[in-house]
């Protein structure tokens, strides 16, 4: 069963989908009625899976390891995260 926030969760997830582009990653929105991004970076191969949640002072975004955002400043969270994203290596084949 989906949770009273799924609309909301799924709305803020979108918005910083359409910026990821923009940053050299790629997303897709998985996980049906409890919604998170996919996160992609073709260049170095590293993927994050993007958490919305509500707290105290708005919406964060929440990705490992350790990153977090806030939904209410979306250009610097596609940022940070596109950072975290670059700091890999070229992975192993």
Not at 30 to 48: E, S, Y
Not at 58 to 70: I, K, R, T, V
């Amino acid at each position: 069963m989906a949770s009273g926030y799924t609309g909301e969760r799924r709305t803020h997830l979108e918005a910083l989908a359409e910026l990821l582009p923009n940053q050299g990653l790629v997303s897709r929105m998985i996980g049906g009625d409890d919604p998170v991004l996919w996160v992609w970076h073709p260049r170095t191969g590293r993927q994050t899976i993007i958490f919305a949640t509500p707290s105290n002072r708005g919406w964060l975004f929440l990705w490992s390891p350790g990153g977090q955002g806030d939904a209410g400043d979306l250009e610097r969270t596609a940022s940070a995260l596109r950072e975290t994203l670059d700091q890999a290596q070229e992975p192993q084949r």
